[in-house]
């Protein structure tokens, strides 16, 4: 028996309520993994469940989500005095009754709504005033947040709202994420003694203003800019500890990043221009960078050519939309995966990495681009393109690329519909071709994965595509997923030709999976059937 439970003379059993027992503390971090509406729902419980949703140190105030409202006495998309008075009675029982607030977060709709009123009506007088009073009840409510130990502010700011300047005192808080407000230039002592974390998304950020905060804060692990403005040049100084950076969008034509800190694990940087490359740096300064995110249509053979021998400590790479790289050459024996993604320019890739566990290219499997892959490790190839793409030339390469691996885990092959009407279904492949050339048996592999995307293959294409794959590989399992409004008509082309290409090549397969398609009991026969006939 439960030593928590006791039995009465009648016969019942007295269960004691040791939930209840827990200290506020503890039962809030509890309800803490709750959203705001169910966690105030608990109040019904009882009397102490009330006091705790009370004093919830957790407060989430979106115009979307407000718990207390029924969703019939405010539009979705507009801050309605109503809203605006249920916070402030909240935020001031916090400051009365000087409460621990851990976390805030305040999101105001992007609609140009403004106490019910379409912007366009209001008059520009009428319009200013409702904004000010607005901003002062945010002003009012971050004080609050502040004095009160603040840890995490989350803020989605109404229209032309600026961040005040109270809150570069907070020296409780740990994150800071601001979205679509201004942060105008300070002329004081910013004292984030605690902050960790700092993520700006579309914000107006005056340049003096942004490079002070981030050589001020010290503690600075995790700093992200995304579609910013107001500044053009950003410094990461010699004494910031920034271990994540990420920079998407935010520079102008001619802006700069100039790092001087050692302590970068995660680069992730993205721009629009196609004639420089923005990055200036110092020997030595990215020995510890792990991951490198580029998306970047001005970086140069030279540019990656020079940064790529300084990441001595490089596991990911992720190159995007680099149209201007021609010719990748990379030996590091800690990188472990490598994404090349829509670099159409390239022509020759060279890979010198023992550790490499997983490659993905994404784009036309151009025949003129040559790619040569070496790994000690067992690997995992991925090749998303389009059909076109895998003729008699495409299968050769694809053979070719494994020929340098050690061992191969699993091979993906994803066929998008990126392509014209006149290039659909155009899967071909003939041995004969090849003339002389050999590039040996298939390679065994443990598992091959297919992807259809949105479109249809013919019989002749579906064959054409499984006697080039058996030509270059021998798969234990393979695995085929259809992106389809209708796939029970591919599957059974599929089965049917699978059929014949693993008889024709003798292919002892051992499995063959659908994972994501909800076969009819036909097919569900049918697969039991071919599985029988091949001895899997």
Sequence with gaps: ?????????????????????????????????????????????????AHISATNPILEFHYYCEPKLPCRYWP???????LLGYIDSRMQRYAEDNLRIRTLKLRFPASNRVFG??????????????????????????????????????????INYQLPAILLSAKSLRELYCMNVKIPYYNGAINLASLQTLKLISVDVEERMLNHIISSCLLLK?????????????????????????????????????????YLTCFQFSDSYDDRWPIMLKPGLLRNLRTLDLFSSG?????????????????????FNCRRLTMIRISNVQLKKIYLDDCHGLLYVTVDAPSLTKFK??????????????????????????????????????????TGLRSCNALKIWLSDDYDESERDDIKFDEEELGDVNLGPPRDITELKLSLYDQNLSRSSMSAFLNGLFWTCRPDIISFQFFLHEPDLMIQLFMSELEDMANCWEHPLKRIKFPDANCSNTLESKKVDLQLRLHW
């Design 1 to 49: 028996m439960n030593p928590d439970c006791k039995e009465t003379v009648s016969g019942q059993l007295n269960t004691v309520d040791r939930f209840s027992d827990l200290p506020d503390f503890l039962v809030h971090h509890i309800i803490s993994f709750l959203d705001t509406r169910e966690a105030y729902r608990t109040c019904i419980l009882s009397k102490r469940w």
């Design 76 to 82: 979705s998309k507009e801050v309605s005095a109503r």
């Design 117 to 158: 009123c379409d912007v366009e009506d209001i008059e520009l007088l009428e319009l200013s005033r409702k904004l000010e009073e607005l901003s002062c009840k945010v002003d009012e409510w971050i004080r609050i947040a502040v004095r009160n130990q603040v840890a995490r502010l989350d803020l989605d700011g109404p």
């Design 222 to 262: 995790c700093l992200s800019v995304k579609f910013c403005f107001g500044f053009k040049t950003i410094v990461i100084p010699c004494c910031s500890q920034v271990k994540e950076l990420t920079l998407k969008y935010s520079l102008p034509e001619n802006g700069t990043i100039i790092l001087e800190s050692s």
């Design 299 to 319: 970086i140069t053979d030279g540019d990656l050519g020079k940064l790529l021998p300084e990441l001595a400590s490089l596991e990911t790479l992720h190159l």
């Design 361 to 402: 290219y994404k784009g036309d499997f151009d025949p003129d681009c040559i790619i040569t892959i070496s790994s000690q490790a067992s690997c995992v190839l991925s090749v998303h393109t389009i059909p076109c793409c895998l003729d008699t030339l495409g299968f050769f390469k694809l053979k070719q690329l494994m």
